[in-house]
């Protein structure tokens, strides 16, 4: 299958419950952000068993991670400090997934030498700016999740050669840039801004990757 070929219900399901959860989150509407966010998490998932998640490797430990992500998403619902821990956890260990996923693509020494320095650059940045407003008890797994964001990074450079490369390189990134957005929300300051670009920029990455299995053979 191609790109070209996409099934078109996950991506309109996808679309429309990302629009009402943005929405709903600037109105401030709990109920909405209730019924559109675990929308909006079935919608990759659909797609990447649309596109044959379960035929490959690849697509298998892929899976696994999207899963992980929308417990994830789900556990960030409530807005509560213990949700907030459980869900970092969640979407860490969703990270470690994608990055076994990527590594199942083969190996290309250049995607890393490539993006070495922006991914440095990423962590020093997001170090200086998040850690110093952590309170301590958070400020161990904060931490570990950067690391553990940058080593994912680092595997979907990796795939540099492989037809998905393009997909998995752009969602990945599109990913962690969007952490931000829960970051400053969670550490630096709370508002409905956050959400404008965060919640769409994350949404759309995970789609792009359960995408990437268009491009992936079966095996």
Known sequence: MNIEALP????????????????????????????????????????????????????????????????????LMPEDERCFLAGLVAFLCGHLLYAVAFLQLGASPIGPVVSALPCLLLLVLT?????????????????????????????????????????IIAGAWGFALSDLAVARQQFIKASPRNGLWGTPLYFFSQMVLAASLAMVQPG
């Not at 990759?44 to 994830?72: E, Q, T």
């Not at 301590?136 to 998905?164: D, Q």
């Open 8 to 75: 078109v219900a996950p991506v309109i399901l996808s679309a429309a419950s990302v629009g009402g959860l943005v929405l709903a989150d600037q109105m401030q509407f709990r109920p909405g952000r209730y019924l559109c966010k675990p929308l909006a998490a079935l919608a990759f998932l659909w797609l990447a068993l649309a596109l044959g998640a379960m035929d490959s490797s690849y697509g298998r430990w892929l899976l696994a991670g999207l899963l992980l992500c929308m417990l994830g998403d789900l556990l």
């Open 127 to 167: 170090y200086r700016w998040i850690l110093p407003r952590v309170d301590l008890p958070m400020k161990g797994p904060v931490a570990c999740y950067m690391w553990v964001i940058t080593g994912m990074l680092l595997c979907a450079s990796l795939t540099l050669r492989h037809p998905a490369s393009l997909l």
